[in-house]
């Protein structure tokens, strides 16, 4: 169990973490822990590294529900299509674990390639319904690429809860599947998107962007939370709003990958006007923004 006192404690001392580059050296810290502190608890926060105050957010989320928090920072290979940007990927370890001690991270697991995919590995990890659409169309390699190394995350780090970004709607949504359909003992825990004060939700590849693009870019959050307004009134159908907000984006100078609204739950494309009494749903959107692929989405947003 976690207080909010534990947690301003852990900050505190802006200790270093233990940096860990094994999963049986993992499962040991973590076993010693428990060992040391029974009925304590244990959060995972996935990463890919290159850490900004969106994933700090993660960490902060975690330490609401656990007393130690391990951070994992791996640029996962499976995920990365050929042309993908795999080896342009920015990777700054030195800088991420200053960050982690910063918000009393207890671990930093830094796993090689070859630690999470040894030689003879061929397991694949499937969650088919929910990854098929949207960035599954044109990333059809990427969610099980996310199945697969997340489930070996959440087996190595043997945590009570697992915090994930909602930025990453539905990629969130796959990993609460793949999570509850295989019974799986982590608590998967959803954290709402962190944005850069113009409405740009943050994300490593922002870095990408050139000054001029970076003053275009929150027009998505801006015509999604549009959109999101519409919908949540009862002012729009659908596909009426869903097409001035595609309109919006390419007369902004970005070229659409997917803009929809879905049902929050199954990802479905809505055809039918949400209810205006609180209708589940979410609009969803990624883009191209010159070379840099952005995803964002909104809930309800009632006015």
């Known amino acids: 169990m976690t207080s909010g006192a534990v947690h ?3 900050i505190a001392r802006n200790d270093v973490p233990s940096v860990i580059h094994t999963a049986a050296g993992l499962r040991r810290a973590v076993a010693a822990w428990r060992a040391a502190h029974p009925g304590d608890e244990i959060a995972l926060v996935p990463t890919m590294g290159a850490l900004h105050e969106g994933h700090l957010a993660l960490v902060d989320r975690a330490h609401a529900v656990a ?9 996962n290979p499976t995920q990365f299509a050929a042309n993908e940007d795999f080896g342009d990927y920015p990777r700054t370890l030195g800088e991420d674990v200053h960050a982690c001690g910063t918000r009393g991270v207890r671990w930093v697991f830094a796993p090689s390639a070859k630690e999470m995919y040894p030689p003879g590995d061929q397991t694949e990890v499937t969650v088919p319904t929910l990854a098929e659409g949207l960035c599954g169309t044109s990333r059809p390699h990427f969610f099980g690429g996310v199945a697969r190394v997340v489930l070996k995350l959440l087996n190595i780090a043997g945590a009570d809860f697992a915090v994930f970004g909602e930025k990453d709607y539905q990629q969130l949504q796959v990993i ?3 999570a509850e359909d295989l019974h799986h ?3 998967i825990v959803g954290a709402p998107t962190v944005r850069e004060s113009d409405g740009l939700a943050m994300s490593s590849r922002n870095r990408y962007l050139t000054p001029e693009q970076r003053q275009v870019a929150p027009e998505l959050f801006s015509a999604l939370t549009q959109v999101s307004r519409q919908l949540a009134c009862g002012d729009a159908e659908p596909a009426q709003a869903v097409h001035a907000a595609r309109q919006r984006v390419t007369s902004a100078g970005m070229r659409v990958d997917y803009l929809h609204a879905v049902d929050a739950q199954t990802l479905a494309v ?5 209810s205006p009494l609180g209708g589940s749903f979410r609009v969803v959107a990624a883009v191209w923004l010159g070379t840099t692929r952005l995803i964002d989405n909104v809930g309800p947003i009632h006015v």
Do not use: K, M, N
């Open 8 to 10: 301003q404690r852990e």
């Open 67 to 75: 007393g130690a928090v391990i951070v994992s920072i791996f640029v």
């Open 176 to 178: 609460r599947r793949l």
């Open 185 to 187: 003992p982590t608590r």
């Open 270 to 274: 809505l055809t039918d006007r949400p």
